[in-house]
Nanobody, 121 residues
């Protein structure tokens, strides 16, 4: 079946940077990854999961207003991996970050296990 495996989270001071990675494994999921819109979501304690950024198979990107100009999403389809470069981090960016793959037909979503990002002020 395959899975999404995130890495790169950790503890960083406000103003610092982190780079998250999410790699797809498994033959079928790798194929789905290459043709699908993929993205990052986050969930802070006591809050709902929210969209951070997405990137289509054609590399069109969208961002939440709260991260525009600070975060950059990218993908390397040859490596079946997506990235989230996070700069100028703020304490309000503290959350568990999840990668997501949206399969179009049939409609199905895949999620990573989550990686903790903690920004200290």
């Amino acid at each position: 079946q395959g899975q999404l495996v995130e890495s790169g989270g950790g503890l960083v001071q406000a103003g610092g940077s982190l780079r998250l990675s999410c790699a797809a494994s498994g033959t079928i999921l790798k194929i789905i990854f290459r043709v699908s819109t993929v993205g990052w979501y986050r969930q802070a304690p006591g809050k709902q999961r929210e969209l951070v950024a997405t990137i289509t198979s054609g590399s069109t990107t969208t961002y939440a207003d709260s991260v525009k100009g600070r975060f950059t999403i990218s993908r390397d389809s040859a490596k079946n991996t997506m990235y989230l470069q996070m700069n100028s981090l703020k304490s309000e960016d503290t959350a568990v970050y999840y990668c997501n793959v949206k399969q179009g037909a049939p409609i199905k979503e895949y999620w990573g296990q989550g990686t903790q990002v903690t920004v200290s002020s």
